[in-house]
């Protein structure tokens, strides 16, 4: 094997792996995404029901007073 094709084997070699890391991150940046999206909406059910329930509370001292 002369030294040209060793030093394109090695470079193809390099570039699928570059390519398998690159694949690997936007996984991790989707799944980020996509954890972050989860607690945003979360979070939003939660500021409803707090809302609704000092409503609640504040309805019903209203009619205890």
Same mark, same amino acid.
């Given at each position: 094997?002369?030294?040209?094709? %060793?030093?394109?084997?090695?470079?193809?070699?390099?570039?699928?792996?570059?390519?398998?890391?690159?694949?690997?991150?936007? %996984?991790?940046?989707?799944?980020?995404?996509?954890? !972050?999206?989860?607690?945003?909406?979360?979070?939003?059910?939660?500021?409803?029901?707090?809302?609704?329930?000092?409503?609640?509370?504040?309805?019903?001292?209203? !009619?205890?007073?």
């Amino acid at each position: 094997m002369s030294d040209n094709s %060793k030093t394109l084997t090695h470079w193809r070699r390099r570039a699928l792996r570059a390519e398998d890391e690159l694949a690997t991150v936007r %996984k991790m940046r989707q799944l980020d995404a996509e954890q !972050g999206l989860a607690a945003a909406r979360e979070l939003a059910r939660l500021r409803v029901a707090l809302r609704e329930i000092t409503e609640a509370v504040q309805w019903a001292s209203e !009619g205890a007073a």
